[in-house]
């Protein structure tokens, strides 16, 4: 398994505009995880998801952001519109239900200009 | 509340020297510690976990119910240790895992 597969890997856009994140967790997981990573505030969980069905998305900044998970292989985070505070690492990372180890993505580098 | 607390957001020591990574949590269940490292430009990897009792990369780290800490530690810096450092909390259920705002270490030559 090549691991948890986020794309794109950087993304720069312009206030105002959409952005879409995603993100293809180990195959067999059964937990996925949408984090924000910034200087400021560290790791930060946004949503998780447990078996497709969002659990928990206490953590999502604003109604400007939105995750889904339409099948146990994929998964997307939106922010629209996006604005230059949203800058920071998003990452993704997924686990078997139970509990255990967090396997991450490389992280989506996100510029809003 | 659940909770992770990593008090230094930054640790700088020299090279041989001993070092620790503070870490607490607040959770009523029963917990599942986890240590994570984020080498330069890498992903999030597994350091430790307090299950296992293991020594990785020299570092080692036990879980102080009644402290309610997890606290890294090494006895020796490498230079190579230099990294951001994430203590984790899985709840039971094992749905979430929380993780402390990290604390950079930086060993110098």
């Known amino acids: 398994d090549a691991g948890v597969i986020q794309s794109p890997r950087h993304e720069v856009t312009e206030m105002g505009q959409e952005v879409t994140l995603r993100c293809k967790p180990i195959?067999?997981?059964?937990?996925l995880f949408w984090y924000r990573q910034t200087m400021m505030r560290g790791l930060e969980l946004l949503i998780y998801f447990n078996n497709n069905v969002p659990i928990d998305d206490s953590g999502m900044p604003e109604d400007r952001f939105s995750a889904k998970m339409p099948n146990a292989s994929f998964s997307t985070l939106k922010i629209q519109p996006s604005e230059p505070r949203d800058s920071a690492v998003y990452f993704c990372a997924s686990s078997h239900a139970g509990g255990g180890e967090a396997f991450f993505g490389q992280g989506t580098r996100l510029t809003v200009v | 509340a659940q909770r992770v607390t990593q008090p230094e957001k930054l640790l700088s020591v020299f090279k041989g020297a001993p070092v620790e990574l503070k870490c607490n949590y607040s959770?009523?269940?029963?917990?599942?510690l986890f240590w994570y490292v984020q080498y330069s430009r890498q992903r999030l990897q597994l350091l430790l976990r307090h299950i296992s009792r293991e020594s990785i990369k020299g570092f080692t780290a036990d879980l102080n119910k009644g402290e309610t800490s997890f606290h890294l530690k090494k006895p020796f810096a490498q230079e190579e240790d230099s990294a951001m450092y994430y203590c984790?909390?899985?709840?039971?259920?094992?749905?979430?895992?929380?993780f402390g705002a990290g604390t950079r270490l930086f060993v110098k030559a």
């Open positions: 959770y009523s269940g029963s917990p599942e």
């Open positions: 195959s067999g997981h059964n937990s």
């Open positions: 984790a909390l899985g709840t039971t259920g094992g749905f979430k895992t929380i």
